[in-house]
């Protein structure tokens, strides 16, 4: 089910102090490089993937090859930086801030 406005603004928000999991190719989209980013998403739910790629065209283009393949949902790709979203087949433990 695609993800509406204040959905993909809340996740692009949440997404910020996230580091990217993997670094990829936008030209050699592998099944390794699509299965090291589905055991990326064991135990989240959101994640960025920096793509290395000549054009922001190209990157779109491997982004949404890349959220096909996966399958997950594109949130929004920033520069090359592409933050993608998965919701959780099983709850997530989230911890409790200390106080």
Do not use: W
């Amino acid at each position: 089910m695609p993800l509406s406005a204040k959905e993909r603004q809340a996740l692009l928000a949440e997404s910020h102090p996230l580091k990217a999991v993997a670094t990829l190719s936008a030209d050699a989209l592998t099944d390794a490089a699509v299965e090291h980013v589905r055991a990326a998403f064991v135990g989240r739910e959101l994640l960025k993937v920096r793509i290395q790629a000549d054009s922001g065209d190209e990157c779109d283009a491997a982004a949404a090859d890349l959220a096909r393949r996966v399958p997950c949902e594109l949130v929004k790709r920033v520069g090359r930086v592409a933050v993608l979203y998965r919701a959780s087949r099983a709850p997530l433990v989230r911890s409790e801030p200390e106080r």
